[in-house]
């Protein structure tokens, strides 16, 4: 565990301090998947000890793309709290390393999940869905990841916006949301929501029975960021993205 430990305090410092490390797996090359969540675990504990609060999970590398640029075949997870909202669409550049853009679709629970954990009882539990854009940010250096480093990294968390408009999962097919990015104007890429484990409600069962080894449970209010809909978009200061959901509206996010 003091392995473990030194590992969490060099990351946390990256993370609290803007700088970038040398990826954590070079160093320590047995490192486990269990590991990571460990290490990933005990900068949690800091963070509420420092006065945060748990918003809500993501999920990472849900793609096949995603999986396969980096040699693994599952997703990954990460904890969401309070100072990672963004509410008014500007993203400070002075706090957030190596921002890429991502849009997704966020699930907002209106009731705990207990432990029957079924597509159905995520469908019954969430109170809506919300187009969403999650800035993924990494304190390795060039973002030279592997699964390893990027768990231990809070699954690459940065920050993350929510769309006002409300999408009833029971009456939307969700697996047919298409979402366009578009970066200064430019188009860039867009896909539909099946590209999150061909459906995203599949991607929040995963995350829900994953956490649930950890002894982490989904709770009223959780917001949860599904996934990617398309690959992530580096952006600098200066840049501007739309992420369009056609009939579910705009994100429009700058980065200053």
Not at 176 to 181: A, G, P, S
Not at 214 to 223: I, L, R
Request: charged fraction near 30%.
């Amino acid at each position: 565990m003091d392995k473990l430990k030194k590992i969490a305090d060099k990351l946390y410092d990256a993370s609290n301090n803007f700088y970038q490390i040398e990826p954590i797996s070079n160093t320590y090359k047995d490192l486990t998947i269990d590991d990571a969540y460990k290490i990933q675990l005990i900068n949690h504990k800091k963070e509420l000890e420092k006065g945060k609060k748990i918003t809500g999970k993501k999920i990472g590398l849900t793609s096949k793309g995603m999986q396969d640029a980096i040699g693994v075949d599952q997703p990954d997870f990460g904890i969401l709290f309070d100072d990672m909202e963004v509410k008014d669409n500007i993203i400070d550049t002075s706090k957030i390393l190596q921002p890429k853009v991502e849009g997704e679709l966020v699930f907002v629970l209106k009731e705990d999940i207990g432990k029957n954990i079924t597509y159905e009882r995520i469908i019954e539990a969430t109170d809506y869905v919300a187009p969403a854009i999650e800035i993924v940010a990494s304190r390795i250096e060039n973002w030279a990841v592997t699964i390893i480093d990027t768990i231990a990294d809070n699954a690459s968390c940065g920050q993350y916006i929510v769309s006002d408009i409300k999408i009833d999962p029971r009456k939307t097919d969700l697996k047919k949301i298409e979402m366009t990015v578009y970066k200064n104007g430019e188009f860039i890429n867009k896909g539909f929501a099946t590209e999150v484990q061909g459906d995203p409600v599949n991607a929040v069962v995963w995350l829900a029975k994953t956490l649930g080894k950890y002894g982490v449970e989904f709770n009223k209010g959780d917001v949860i960021l599904s996934g990617a809909i398309t690959g992530a978009v580096a952006a600098e200061k200066g840049d501007k993205f739309i992420c369009d959901y056609g009939e579910f509206g705009k994100i429009e996010i700058e980065f200053d």
